[in-house]
């Protein structure tokens, strides 16, 4: 067992090692992959990701679902109207998703100082 420490603790070394040093002032570039400055600015990275990128594709989906429901209702009313509520929900949910987006962009132009 104490020779399994020891080698851990050997391979682990040059990770402690590199943690101490200190990236400022020892040349070491850590670049900035989102480049956000600050909390706000990460909020409103994170939202536009879910508004422009993620949320046409669960509308997608969550429409081939409904028109699926649709599909194999088999004529029961209830089945179909199921169905139709879920794309009809689908597209309003949407539709807040993006006018959420314009009203956030609103108050933040209103309150921004120039």
Do not use: C, H, W
């Not at 067992?1 to 851990?8: E, Y």
């Not at 990236?23 to 422009?52: C, Q, T, Y």
């Amino acid at each position: 067992m104490r020779r399994f420490s020891l080698f851990f603790f050997t391979l682990l070394l040059p990770v402690f090692a590199y943690a101490i040093t200190d990236p400022k002032k020892d040349g070491i570039p850590l670049p900035d992959p989102l480049n956000v400055n600050s909390l706000p600015e990460l909020f409103d990275k994170i939202f536009r990701f879910a508004a422009i990128q993620v949320g046409p594709f669960i509308v997608i989906i969550f429409v081939l679902v409904g028109g699926y429901q649709m599909i194999f209702s088999g004529g029961e009313a209830e089945k179909f109207s199921k169905g139709k509520n879920t794309i009809v929900y689908t597209v309003i949910g949407y539709a807040l998703l993006l006018m959420s987006y314009g009203i956030v962009d609103i108050i933040k132009s209103a309150l921004t100082v120039k």
